[in-house]
């Protein structure tokens, strides 16, 4: 499978935003128009999309559907979508939809039993977000910070029966200070599934950093693309026409 560079659209309150370090105080708005942005990314050589119901995260339900079912029938490419999806409706509604991934979060911790049965009914459809801050995931929209041991609790949910993980360091999501390099090698360590790296990529450098630790098969890019740092024709080519 080519290594994805996969453009972030992170909906709140209908609009396109992007927080700095999951701080819902700390928000700059992109756009009021996610279906355009989803076109531009697509037309721009997006192969994939990662879409972030904020306000579903916070509220533990899907808020922004029909923003994302209007993406899903606006692009040819796949969508996967993440924030607020705590239960079988939620899933069933997405995947109905033409979402191809649902990504789980929060409900790996309260409601691992969900967890398991989800990954078990609909296989690569659902899959794994683990959020870390200083090591420890955080849930409930980055809210709540646990004891819990990131690097572990990823080998823990490979055994739930994800099929793959997408490991995001809160600490880095927004700061466009590089990825967290150390803690997700620790992560592909730990697993055998795929990881997609989230957080701090802001450079062609950080991909090619991020494709030479064995196990990583994406990144996901957000502010670095809206605010220009580089563009995703930049990091398409960082990948290499071979891989792209």
């Known amino acids: 499978m080519p290594f994805e560079i996969i453009p972030a659209i992170d909906i709140r309150g209908g609009k396109c935003v992007r927080l700095i370090q999951g701080d819902y105080g700390r928000e700059t708005v992109y756009g009021d128009d996610p279906v355009a942005m989803a076109k531009r990314w697509a037309d721009e ?3 994939r999309l990662h879409i972030v119901d904020l306000d579903g995260a916070r509220a533990g339900s899907s808020e922004n559907f029909e923003a994302i079912k209007k993406i899903v029938k606006a692009v040819r490419i796949p969508v996967q979508v993440g924030g607020g999806i705590r239960s079988f409706e939620t899933l069933d509604d997405l995947l109905d939809a033409g979402v191809q991934r649902c990504v789980l979060g929060t409900a790996l911790a309260k409601d691992p039993h969900f967890a398991e049965e989800a990954f078990a009914i609909y ?13 420890k995931i955080a849930v409930e929209g980055w809210q709540e910070t646990s004891v819990v041991d990131a690097v572990r609790f990823a080998a823990h949910i490979e055994e739930m029966g994800a099929s793959r993980i997408i490991f995001t360091d809160i600490g880095r999501d927004g700061m466009l200070t ?3 390099t150390g803690a997700l090698a620790a992560v592909c360590e730990a697993v055998s599934i795929p990881v997609i790296a989230s957080g701090g990529v802001h450079t062609e450098g ?20 809206y605010e220009g740092t580089t563009t995703l024709r930049a990091l398409l080519d960082a990948v290499g026409p071979e891989e792209e």
Request: net charge negative; glycine share 18%.
């Open 45 to 47: 050589g997006a192969l």
């Open 123 to 135: 296989a690569d459809a659902v899959i794994a977000g683990i959020d870390a801050r200083d090591g």
């Open 178 to 180: 590089g990825p967290n």
């Open 206 to 225: 950080d991909v090619a950093q991020l494709m030479a630790i064995q196990g990583i098969e994406g990144v996901i890019s957000g502010k670095a693309l």
